[in-house]
């Protein structure tokens, strides 16, 4: 399969230095496919309660009064309704409604698969904000209290862009053997959204898919806890790469 994905890629990469970092990539993905630690993940019982607890705790002290204040500068800053809404693959490849805070323009016309960039168009203002810290994910911990998410673990995709990677990545559905997550271990090594140019882009989301299978793999509550630590960090520092 490796030999395919190489002579498929070869007339895309021409330059011989993008080719090598695809085949090390590859080589490590297929070091991680073997995937023995989903089943723990899924069926953990301490797993669940810390998802639920935190989320809950969130919700209740924080979120209610938050989402008020981010809610009207959503609403004063831009048209629109304050949630974005738009079903993601979760676990065994199942779509979910997934819930983000709005942060681009309602009026703007959105190809099926077009990477946002720094100095997108399509962004408001307050959600250049939201997105830097990483703000506008917070409503998804009313989809981790439902049960189609879970804190920590592989950021679910949208439809057009799992299409997209699966072109080009072997074995991207191993990352649906657990639930999708808020943050992760591919987000804290700063591989978090896509970029404009095509072949750096598929370097970086392969590495990003690389580093979820690890997770899957290495999974413990101890690293879920070290991940937010790493998380909660990055947010204080607007550190997180995202734009």
Known sequence: MNKNIYKNTQSIYADKRYLAKLKLVVNNLKKNRTVINSYKANSSKTKRFF????????LVLFFSWLYLIIA????????GPVLFKQNRIGLNGVLFLCYKFRTMHTDKIIPRYTPTTPDDPRITSVGKFLRKSNLDELPQLINVLLGNMTIVGPRPHAVAFHERYSKFIPNIDKRLMVKPGITGLAQIRGFRGDVLDEQENKIKTLKRITYDII???KWSIALDIYILI???KQMLFRRTNGH
Do not use: E, G, P
Request: proline letters at 0%; hydrophobic letters at 60%.
């Open 51 to 58: 998802d639920f607890v935190i989320s809950l705790i969130f």
């Open 72 to 79: 009207v500068l959503i609403k004063l800053n831009s048209k």
């Open 215 to 217: 997770y899957i793999r």
């Open 230 to 232: 790493v998380t909660a």
